[in-house]
């Protein structure tokens, strides 16, 4: 008769799962790509219906809005920019606000400020225009730069501070600001530290004869704007939606290679000759933000050098300045930055 053994063995211990790396987004479906495309070509169509050409401001706005950025746009007056906001907002579900720079245009009428209560015998905080989803900052450079700096923490961190108080901001949050030529009379350059909040600057020119003719058709005849916004116009998302699409499309794959050529672009234009001012790291930032956006709206769960190429202009366009001796030979900086575009060597992937 054999004997027991004196021990029992303990069983092997499981297997333990590799932890996944800290705060990295799970890689975005196809079909969420797919949902980001779909909603993108439906908000398209809706803003058409009103607003006529204009293709790049309505794209570098969508890709701006649904990453988180904020979009300045230099054009001359009458280009329909009030109109572009009010129809974004109606079709977005979202609420629309306006606020006319001028040079006598305080912080506090930004942000607003404590008003003194007679009934309850305290001062209360009356927020200011600022305190809406999408807002509209028509001709920001009329003012000083001390109002100006009032949107510094509003753009950056959604929030406004008013006496040691913080009021949060609704998401999503959009700045769209407009600024005059800086030929125009009475205007002032904006600081680098508020052009570098700006995902996207957008230059908008006049429509093209077949566009415009179009506009006189859709709006020369004496009908109420906002009569026109409610029966023309449907409403395809909300604001729950935007946030969520926003999230998920900040998981889009970028490979390591478009992280390098991203990297690259932004700091050549620190050695490039006829820049005296290159771009921050914020620019970088904001082109992959926005090639994986673009890649979503355009029903990719994956970035291509294209993408980025696409968006570079704008993204960089505003974070450079020119040498005096370029400005004195007349260089434009979207050539420049068109030709140090073409001098990166774009990774195959």
């Known amino acids: 008769m054999s004997e027991l053994p004196s021990e029992i063995p303990p069983p092997p211990p499981p297997p333990v799962a590799p932890l996944a790396p800290p705060n ?60 572009f ?15 006319q720079f001028t040079a006598d245009l305080m912080p506090s ?12 015998q305290e001062f209360r905080f009356r927020p200011g225009p600022v305190f809406t989803q ?33 009021h949060k901001l609704k998401r ?55 009569q026109r916004l409610a029966e023309t116009l449907q409403t395809v998302t909300s604001p729950e939606e935007i946030v969520e699409v926003t999230t998920r499309c900040g998981a889009v794959h970028v490979e390591d290679k478009l992280f390098q050529y991203i990297n690259t ?4 234009t620190r050695e490039w000759p006829q820049f005296h001012l290159g771009a921050s790291p914020r620019a970088g930032i904001a082109l992959v933000q926005g090639g994986r956006t673009l890649a979503a709206f355009r029903g990719r769960d994956y970035v291509v050098p294209d993408d980025i190429v696409d968006i570079a202009v704008p993204a960089l366009r505003h974070r450079v300045i020119l040498t005096a ?25």
């Open 172 to 226: 999503p949050f959009l700045v769209l600001a407009t600024q005059n030529p800086l030929e125009s009379e009475g205007t002032y350059n904006l600081p680098e530290a508020q052009l570098d909040r700006f995902m996207f600057k957008i230059v908008a020119n006049y429509p093209s004869a077949a566009e415009e003719v179009a506009i006189l058709k859709q709006h020369g005849q004496q009908v109420d704007l906002d």
């Open 265 to 268: 672009l932004v700091r050549t």
């Open 24 to 83: 990295v987004a799970p890689p975005l479906p196809s079909e969420s790509a797919s949902r980001a495309r779909s909603l993108f070509d439906r908000i398209t169509a809706e803003i058409a219906k009103i607003y006529v050409g204009q293709d790049e401001l309505v794209l570098g706005t969508l890709v701006a809005l649904f990453s988180s950025g904020h979009v300045l746009i230099e054009s001359v007056p009458g280009l329909g920019k009030t109109l």
């Open 109 to 120: 009428d930004i942000t607003g400020a404590p008003i003194f209560d007679m009934k309850q």
């Open 134 to 166: 999408f807002l509209l900052a028509d001709e920001i450079n009329r003012s000083p730069a001390k109002t100006h700096a009032a949107l510094l923490e509003i753009m950056q961190e959604y929030r406004v501070t008013v006496e040691r108080t913080s």
């Open 325 to 349: 001796e370029a400005e004195v030979e007349g260089h434009r900086v979207d050539d420049l930055l068109g030709d140090l575009i073409r001098s990166v060597e774009v990774p195959r992937l």
């Open 85 to 99: 906001v009010r129809a974004l907002g109606k079709v977005l579900g979202c609420q629309c606000g306006r606020i």
